[in-house]
């Protein structure tokens, strides 16, 4: 049983609970919610965003940028997985 690395990084694997719980979500408040700096935030929306499981949006609202985010359907597959994965191991520990 193996873990999906984009997935179970700690970090990575919160921006992927609260973007499948919260549907999109903006920068400002993904970064209050899961309590991480801007910087590292960035970094880690940047890595899933190449990888195809998160979408970036850019607007202006009231002439000020605004980024929201929101996970892919492939995105939301990979949360999935992974939360099965950890089922399936919770559900061997009983055997």
């Keep these: 049983m193996e873990f999906d690395k984009l997935v179970h990084q700690p ?3 919160q921006i992927f609970a609260h ?8 920068f400002s408040d993904l970064t209050d919610a899961l309590d991480v700096t801007e910087g ?13 499981a998160l979408r970036v949006e850019k607007e202006f609202v009231d002439r000020k940028p605004q980024t929201t985010y929101e996970l892919t359907d492939a995105g939301r597959a990979l949360f999935e997985d992974h939360v099965e994965t950890l089922e399936a191991l ?5 055997e």
Excluded at 90 to 94: E, F, K, R, S, T
């Design 11 to 13: 970090t990575r694997l």
């Design 19 to 26: 973007l499948y719980r919260h549907g999109e979500t903006s």
């Design 40 to 52: 590292n935030l960035a970094s880690h929306v940047q890595r899933m965003e190449e990888a195809d």
């Design 90 to 94: 919770i559900d061997g520990l009983d």
